[in-house]
Nanobody, 125 residues
Framework: QAQLVESGGGLVQAGDSLRLSCAAS????????VAWFRQAPGKEREFVAAIRGIDSKEYYADSVKGRFTISRDNAKNTLSLQMNSLKPEDTAVYYC??????????????????WGQGTQVTVSS
């Protein structure tokens, strides 16, 4: 059974940076599309970023493009999200997720089979 565990969340001020990590066990997700989603209170879970297994091509939501960077370390079976220039509207629970696809990136949560428990990111103004 695959397990994903996020870490690195916290409380920061606007303009600060945070780095989230996601450690996978029970499944080698280096070959698959893996992604970060987030969910703010009262809102639906939304796509943040994804990286393909086949060529490590990166995809971003418009709201985070240029500020966030997704990366993966296949040797360690980990996924990271570097978040710079954080804004109060980035406040949410952040989840990592793994799909069953090597190359097809889906920006909807329904396309992902494995999820972590989430880590809270709070950005104060």
């Amino acid at each position: 059974q695959a397990q994903l565990v996020e870490s690195g969340g916290g409380l920061v001020q606007a303009g600060d940076s945070l780095r989230l990590s996601c450690a996978a066990s029970g499944r080698t997700f280096s070959s698959y599309v893996v992604a970060w989603f987030r969910q703010a209170p009262g809102k639906e879970r939304e796509f943040v970023a994804a990286i393909r297994g086949i060529d490590s091509k990166e995809y971003y939501a418009d709201s985070v493009k240029g500020r966030f960077t997704i990366s993966r370390d296949n040797a360690k079976n980990t996924l990271s999200l570097q978040m710079n220039s954080l804004k109060p509207e980035d406040t949410a629970v952040y989840y990592c997720a793994s799909s069953g696809s090597f190359a097809f990136v889906i920006r909807d949560p329904s396309g992902y089979y494995y999820w972590g428990q989430g880590t809270q990111v709070t950005v104060s103004s």
